[in-house]
């Protein structure tokens, strides 16, 4: 009897097993849907799936294809396709001047630029992680063999870690170029305007000092020009966000190339003009951003070119060009063809004096901000 009872026991849990095993579940639900396997019914409660650092995610050993997981440092759920992880929920926003789809390296990345200078807004309408090129505007050259005004200071998370930043608005600010000197033997030019977003600002560039005058305060993210016919040295750069400008040359030297330095740009100090590679006077590089968002802003993607220096009797050759980046070119020959920065670019203004007073500095170009963010995965 014993025996039968626990046959029937056997074979009602086998009957159980397989009613259990093809049958749908459903939590808080007593008639499940249809198509599902499992069918999750709550007002006030939700689905928590594991909660993963990435490096953790990374460390799953033979992830099955579907698997899902909640990654901790992107803020997004994550899923394996079978052959990589995935995420459905891509960053978004609005705003700025110019918006348009870039492509690098095979990823898809969606760029907002702002030009407008002043205040603007940033709208967040999904949050994620966006890397940012804040341009500060650039300094403005001086007049009478007056140096080159300095790029504007840069600060960018290409070659760093993006910023994380929640739905919302944030306020961007872009600074103007600094405006170059009025003719006359003892002027400077002006320091560019700061640009500032997401609680980080960059510097204005340095001004570019005059003939025998320098004021250490215009010295700004990028080193201001330096002066001609001065014992001064050039202007001071900022640490991570630019370069010193050159020294002057003195009147007693018997060749007037470059009389004053090249404005320091982010990468690359100005040039002298006693600079032994054959640039007298010119400005200092910038920065390449052309690897993370192409060539179509800026100077063909450089930013924050320091300005070419001026000087009386500068040859065509002498080679007081601005620095790439947008800094304006040195006159030559005694001509007034110096230029200013460009702008959008925080290049920094020519110097643009001659010997006889009558040529006005340069201008400095106005910042930049540039926001950059992956807007899907690509296969």
Known sequence: MKAINNKILLLTFIIISINTINAQVGIGTIQPHSSSGLDINFTNKGLLPPRLTLIERNEVENPAEGLMIYNLDDKCLNFYNGIDWVKPCMPAAKGGD??????????????????????????????????YLIVAGGGGGASRHGGGGGGGGLLTSFEAEPIFLEKGTYEITIGNGGNGSPSGEQTTGEKGENSSAFGLTALGG????????KV????????????????????????GQGENGANGQLQEEDFNYGLGGGGGGYSQTGFGPNSNNGFKGRGGDGYNASTYIGVSFGDEGWFAGGGGSSSAGVPDYAGNTGGKGGGGNGNTNGQDNATPGADNTGGGGAGGGHSSNQYKGKNGGSGTIIIRYKTKILE
């Open 206 to 213: 340095g001004a570019g000092g005059g003939t025998t005058l």
């Open 98 to 131: 110019i918006i348009r789809n870039v492509r690098i390296n095979d990823e898809l990345y969606r760029i907002h630029q702002f030009t407008t200078t002043g205040t603007n807004i940033f709208t967040v309408t999904s949050a994620g992680n966006f890397d």
């Open 216 to 239: 250490n305060a215009q010295d700004g993210g990028s080193g201001g020009g330096s002066r001609g016919n001065s014992t001064a040295i050039g202007g001071t750069g900022i640490p």
